[in-house]
Each structure stands twice: as C-alpha cells, then as structure tokens.
C-alpha cells in the first residue's frame, strides 16, 4: 500500500532564503507526482505535476524534482517571499489514477 | 473557465438532518473526484467518477454518504442524515484523462466547510 511522508511538518524561514520541501513515497510504481499549495481555509491549487518518465519540472521560482528509485520528490523555492507561505501537500498519483496524500509541510516566511 | 464551482461553501446543520454538497467540473473534464479533508485524518478520496460513471467509492464512510453524477457538468454528493463527525471541508476536483501535459493533474474547487452540531 503507497504510503507519502512530508517531513518537516513545519518549517519557518526568513524571507529571502532557499529552502526545500521533502516528500517520500513506499512504492515506486506512481503514475506522477503532484505538488500543491493550501492556504488557511482555503482550496488546493496545483503547484507542479511531475510524470513518472520526468525528473524535473520548474515553475517560476519553484523548481520540484522526483527520483523514483530512492522514493523522493523535493520542491524547492528559491528567494522565499512572505506570499509563499502556505501548506504545501505532495500526492502521489498509483496506478488506478488515484492521489495518495502526504500529510502537508506547513510554511512560513518570516519577512 | 471558472475553474471547479462547488457550492454551498459553507454549511452548518444539525444532527439528522440531510446535506447536499453540489459540484461543477471544469468543462471538458471526464474525471471528478469527491474528497474530505479533516485535521485528523488529512485529505481522503470518497469516490471518483469517470465519464459519469462511480468508479471507486471504496473511500465512502457509510451508508449514510452517497454521490451521482447525473451529467457530465454537475456531480453531488448526499449525506443523509448527518452526524457531528461529518464535520469538515468537501472539496471535488476534475482533471482530463487525454493529452500527453497535465496529464490526470487534479483541479480542486475551493470547497466546502460542512458543519453538522
């Protein structure tokens, strides 16, 4: 059964800063790996979806990798802004199309 | 496009009574999805429908949770009757099955914070 871990739960930075974003899965059978962003009380916006064949993607500042043999994918956020602070969730997408969830890092940007 | 359209976005009844959760995909879209999010338990699927059709409603609690999809624009999901415990926010997502970008990426609508007293 595909399990997803996000470690750290939470994690506080200055503004500015590079940081990272880890999230593991058990079984390296995913169909892609999908990355969003929640902010309080609010929806899920997809951030970045990585196919099982690719190793990385990039938007703007945030750039996510997957490593399907070691069961890793990071997001990484370059120059931090205030704005960026949220809940970000990885999920794993098996081989019946379904998002398996990771628990969440919950950011914040300290200006 | 408006992007997923759920409504209401909040609701708050009481014990025993029914609650319909409404939901519009993204045109187009031949997936949706219906989820609940919880502090305790994360975000879980209940059921998701391709073309229409259930596909998988492993994910749905109890007897007291159904969910259609009439056509391909409009999806709800019924809790009847409603219990403290069913507290939390439904979100439903549609995604597209066919082109090589994005392929299956989820779209989430903004969800709805059910609670039941």
């Known amino acids: 059964k595909q399990e997803v871990t996000q470690i750290p739960a939470a994690l506080s930075v200055p503004e500015g800063e590079n940081l990272v974003l880890n999230c593991s899965f058990t079984?390296?059978?995913?169909?892609?790996l999908q990355w969003f962003r929640q902010d309080p009380g609010k929806g899920l916006t997809s951030l970045l979806l990585?196919?099982?064949s690719q190793r990385e993607q990039t938007s703007g500042r945030l750039n996510a990798s997957l490593d399907k043999s070691s069961g890793r994918s990071t997001l990484y956020i370059a120059a931090s802004q205030p704005g960026d602070s949220a809940t970000y969730l990885c999920?794993?997408?098996?081989?019946?199309?379904?998002?398996?969830w990771g628990a969440g890092t919950k950011l914040i940007i300290k200006p | 496009d408006a992007g997923v359209i759920q409504s209401p976005r909040h609701e708050v009844t009481e014990m025993g009574q029914e609650v319909t959760l409404r939901c519009k995909p993204i045109?187009?879209?031949?997936?949706l999805f219906w989820y609940r999010q919880t502090m305790m338990r994360g975000l879980e699927l209940l059921i998701y429908?391709?073309?229409?059709?259930?596909?998988?409603d492993s994910g749905m609690p109890e007897d007291r949770f159904s969910a259609k999809m009439p056509n391909a624009s409009f999806s709800n999901l019924k809790i009847q009757p409603s219990e403290p415990r069913d507290s939390a926010v439904y979100f439903c997502?549609?995604?597209?099955?066919?082109?090589?970008?994005?392929?299956?990426?989820?779209?989430f609508g903004p969800g709805t914070r059910l609670t039941v007293l």
């Open positions: 990585i196919q099982s």
């Open positions: 997502a549609s995604s597209t099955s066919g082109g090589r970008e994005n392929y299956n990426e989820q779209f």
């Open positions: 045109s187009g879209h031949d997936y």
């Open positions: 429908f391709n073309n229409n059709v259930p596909i998988d």
């Open positions: 079984d390296s059978a995913i169909y892609n």
């Open positions: 999920a794993a997408v098996d081989s019946n199309y379904q998002l398996i």
